[in-house]
Nanobody
């Protein structure tokens, strides 16, 4: 199975910065993309940023220019550098990996347990 472990959440004042980390481990044949999603109380989970295996990135309009997604030097790791944080960025942030565990399997989505980010005004 595939496990995703996130770290780096916490409490920060508006205008501050945080960096989230995610490491995927387990039986992984290949990863098509990794990304970050978030879910605020009473709201649906939404895309924050993704990065593909060939380094194409995609961002939600609400975080463009403030957040940066990148791959780590370690295999199957991804970071989310968050700057100029706003109270509306407060949410549980989930790491996602779209991967297949063998050559013959289709790509499936795997999720981390989530990490809380709270931005105070």
């Amino acid at each position: 199975q595939v496990q995703l472990v996130e770290s780096g959440g916490g409490l920060v004042q508006a205008g501050g910065s945080l960096r989230l980390s995610c490491a995927a481990s387990g039986v992984i044949f290949s990863i098509n993309a990794m990304g970050w999603y978030r879910q605020a109380p009473g709201k649906q989970r939404e895309l924050v940023a993704t990065i593909t295996s060939d380094d194409n990135t995609n961002y939600a309009d609400s975080v463009k220019g403030r957040f940066t997604i990148s791959k780590g030097n370690a295999k199957n790791t991804v970071y989310l550098q968050m700057s100029s944080l706003k109270p509306e960025d407060t949410a549980v942030y989930y790491c996602n990996a779209r991967c297949r565990v063998t050559y013959y399997r289709t790509y499936e989505d795997y999720w981390g347990q989530g990490t809380q980010v709270t931005v105070s005004s």
